[in-house]
């Protein structure tokens, strides 16, 4: 059967590969991209603003009970940011200092020798550490798979980095997706680390903590992107 001329003009207009049509295609994915650079950042920041209103309603109840106790005036100061994190840009690889791998995803039994200390990727254990504040070492093994879901961990020396640089560590924290603890043998006071990606740091207030997370907290180009961070493995020493 002969086709119609309209059915004809429709096929070619599928067909035709436009160019003003693939223009159109192309920036509906890059406002798309965009788009989740920003919910990522506004996520990030809003996790950050949660953490410290509740740092704040700690410090009240604490103050109040100390008045109570002493019958006298305590003020209390509470350490946190005073300035939103710097707009994310790109890849991460722009940050001074980051380092960049290729590591492999495969789970394995038992231990691990990884290249990079501590681990930044890798084979690792089938059971991901569940995500949150340690005061104790967690095994690389599990702290790994939890990397592939996009966690960021950060591991600290503790016998260089305590008290009021510990909390100012913590203040930059978002309450998900992120491991803190305490590391052996670090070659830096801290460092940051996700899946394939590093950052060595002498201080916890180095200006380039809020803009690694912006980079690589909940990436989406981690192998398990959006993959669950709880109701696996809790480490020793879990505090919240």
């Known amino acids: 059967m002969t086709p119609r001329p309209s059915d004809e003009s429709s096929r070619d207009q599928r067909t035709s590969g436009n160019p003003a049509t693939k223009a159109r295609i192309e920036l509906t994915a890059t406002q798309q991209r965009e788009r989740q650079k920003q919910e990522k950042l506004a996520e990030y920041q809003r996790q950050l ?17 100390a008045m109570a106790v002493v019958a006298a005036i305590a003020a209390s100061i509470v350490f946190t940011p005073t300035q939103a994190p710097p707009q994310a840009r790109g890849t991460g690889a722009t940050i001074a200092g980051v380092e960049t791998f290729a590591n492999g995803t495969d789970h394995v039994a038992g231990t691990v020798d990884y290249p990079q200390n501590p681990p930044a990727g890798g084979p690792h254990n089938q059971y991901w550490l569940n995500c949150g504040i340690y005061d104790q070492p967690q095994t690389n093994e599990n702290a790994v798979h939890s990397l592939e879901h996009g966690a960021v961990w950060v591991t600290y020396d503790k016998t260089r980095v305590s ?10 924290l978002p309450s998900s997706y992120v491991i803190l603890s305490p590391y052996e043998g670090l070659p830096s006071p801290i460092v940051l680390s996700a899946w394939n990606a590093q950052l060595k740091l002498d201080s916890a207030t180095d200006s380039r903590i809020p803009a690694f997370f912006q980079n690589y907290w909940r990436s989406q180009n981690v192998p398990e992107s959006g993959a669950a961070c709880t109701g696996a493995v809790d480490g020793p020493g879990k505090q919240s």
Do not use: E, F, I, Y
């Open 163 to 172: 008290g009021a640089d510990l909390d100012a560590l913590k203040a930059q």
């Open 49 to 65: 603003a949660r953490r410290r209103r509740s740092r704040l309603t700690w410090w009240v109840v604490g103050g109040a009970a």
